[in-house]
């Protein structure tokens, strides 16, 4: 894992980690590492608070921005974080993951990662073992 994926990770986990204690959920940010290193959150400004993008659209939106400026050489990488759920096994329940999805310079594919939690009665996150999904 390079330098600036572990900053995305860093920054990520811990804002989103923050959301789900504050709100019981985690909506759709990103992170990007600009050339100096220096990692800056990113998230979806809302014009019109009647009518609010669903995740999807925020994902997509936030996507086009981070590639246009990875491809324009302005950043290094970037991460988009969102809430996912995630079945392990043909036969079990889905489990809900906050997924880190990066992307770099590099052209190296890297891996999605996925921080499993739950939310107890009493609004307590409680985080799993995190794994990694190759894509």
Do not use: W
């Amino acid at each position: 894992m390079n330098n600036s994926t572990q900053k995305i990770i860093d920054h990520s986990f811990d804002f989103a980690k923050d959301l789900l204690e504050d709100t019981g959920q985690c909506y759709p940010f990103g992170a990007f590492v600009d050339k100096k290193g220096i990692v800056h959150p990113l998230e979806f400004e809302i014009q019109d608070k009647k009518n609010i993008p669903n995740n999807e659209t925020v994902i997509k939106t936030l996507k086009k921005y981070c590639e246009t400026e990875l491809l324009e050489q302005r950043i290094i990488a970037y991460g988009l974080t969102y809430e996912a759920s995630v079945q392990l096994e043909a036969d079990a329940d889905c489990i809900e993951t906050i997924a880190i999805d990066i992307v770099d310079n590099t052209n190296e594919r890297i891996p999605v990662y996925y921080f499993p939690y739950t939310i107890n009665n009493s609004g307590t996150v409680e985080f799993g073992e995190t794994f990694a999904v190759n894509r």
